[in-house]
């Protein structure tokens, strides 16, 4: 995190200042001068003392009201060290959302932009204007998700995080639970038999290049906006790549099958007309799915993201190994294993069956 633009705006706050100055004292500002002797002290000291306040720019301006106050009350000789005290670390709980929002400043500046959207941005919202306490944090973490969910389990790792950057311990490992991400259901899926038809159906040329992208990639919803080149639909192989600020990263997707290519014209790159500038992952995915399944008018008889979920299947079934099919994806082998095999169905196993006996060990 930069105090680039927090110093500038120190150094002219103590323009206005003439017996103490503000200073930044690593995350946080405080004042220092000569003061009174503390109680038990025999001679005025020159010292620092902490303001709580965090070193952010738009804290300066209430830092340089407390330290003009206390100029003010060493001009008119009436220091409180009972007042200013209060001041200290420690001497008053601060508030959880203040803790949250240095936080994620400083969170902001060590992950990926989506990374802090997906994961980070709502629950530390969420946090009230009361002080940090584990017994808060347990309170927001069981009212919000239901056990073994997504949500309480991301939860937890955000407050414990919470907590150990502002000096409290605490353990949520006993109301984690153990989530797992529900298996695909082969039910929901289209066939490839169906993709070409629903492909066909749609009339908007850059829908129908959007749909074919999804189904021929098994890319993410908003990755057909991630797309480091298009020319590589046009190539040998067809190999693209997907950008950094994709959801998991840079990466290399394969089409499959690979005359989808050519069936659905995708090097002829059509996008629809959507703002894409300024939209985060998150909005672009969200934006797809209301243009292809609007409530009113159903456009494809499935969820856009259907399609890379059957992607995954074909791979299985078509005798690309899960290692492979994983990172040509985007996620784990876990992930992979857990997500999809539990939606091969009994026909594409006995396919898997029979390439594995006609190929022998080579896949």
Not at 298 to 325: F, Q
Request: include cysteine; glycine fraction near 6%; hydrophobic fraction near 35%.
């Amino acid at each position: 995190m930069s105090f680039e633009k927090v110093d500038q705006l120190i150094a002219k706050a103590n323009k206005q200042l003439n017996r103490i100055s503000l200073e930044r004292r690593s995350l946080k500002l405080a004042i220092r001068g000569t003061f009174p002797p503390k109680p038990g002290e025999h001679r005025p000291k020159r010292r620092y003392i902490a303001l709580g306040i965090y070193a952010r720019p738009d804290t300066v301006k209430t830092a340089l009201a407390r330290a003009q106050k206390a100029e003010s009350d060493l001009n008119l000789e009436r220091w409180d060290w009972n007042e200013w005290d209060a001041s200290s670390p420690g001497s008053e709980a601060e508030s959880a959302i203040a803790i949250a929002t240095r936080f994620s400043e400083i969170k902001r500046g060590t992950i990926k932009p989506q990374s802090y959207d997906a994961n980070y941005r709502e629950p530390l919202a969420a946090l009230p204007d009361k002080p940090l306490t584990e017994e808060l944090i347990r309170s927001l973490v069981l009212s919000r998700h239901p056990a073994n969910s997504w949500g309480r389990r991301n939860d937890c790792m955000v407050y414990q995080a919470l907590a150990k950057h502002s000096g409290l311990t605490i353990n949520l490992s006993d109301i984690k639970g153990r989530y797992k991400p529900k298996p695909v259901k082969s039910s929901a899926l289209p066939s490839d038999d169906e993709i070409p038809t629903i492909w066909e159906s749609l009339k908007s040329p850059g829908w129908r290049w959007i749909y074919g992208m999804l189904a021929t990639y098994g890319l993410r919803p908003h990755e057909v906006f991630r797309i480091a080149d298009h020319k590589g639909i046009a190539s040998e192989t067809g190999k693209i790549s997907i950008l950094d600020d994709s959801k998991t990263g840079a990466r290399d997707a394969w089409p499959l099958p690979d005359e989808w290519r050519y069936q659905f014209d995708l090097k002829n790159v059509v996008f629809p007309n959507i703002r894409i500038e300024g939209r985060n992952n998150q909005e672009l995915g969200e934006r797809i799915s209301q243009n292809l399944c609007q409530q009113k008018v159903k456009k494809i008889p499935h969820t856009p993201y259907a399609l890379r979920h059957a992607w995954a299947i074909r791979s299985a079934v078509r005798g690309v190994p899960d290692s492979i099919a994983a990172r040509w994806m985007g996620h784990s082998v876990a992930v992979h294993a857990e997500t999809y095999h539990a939606a091969i169905n009994q026909l594409q196993h006995e396919a898997i069956w029979r390439r594995a006996n006609q190929l022998g060990n080579s896949i």
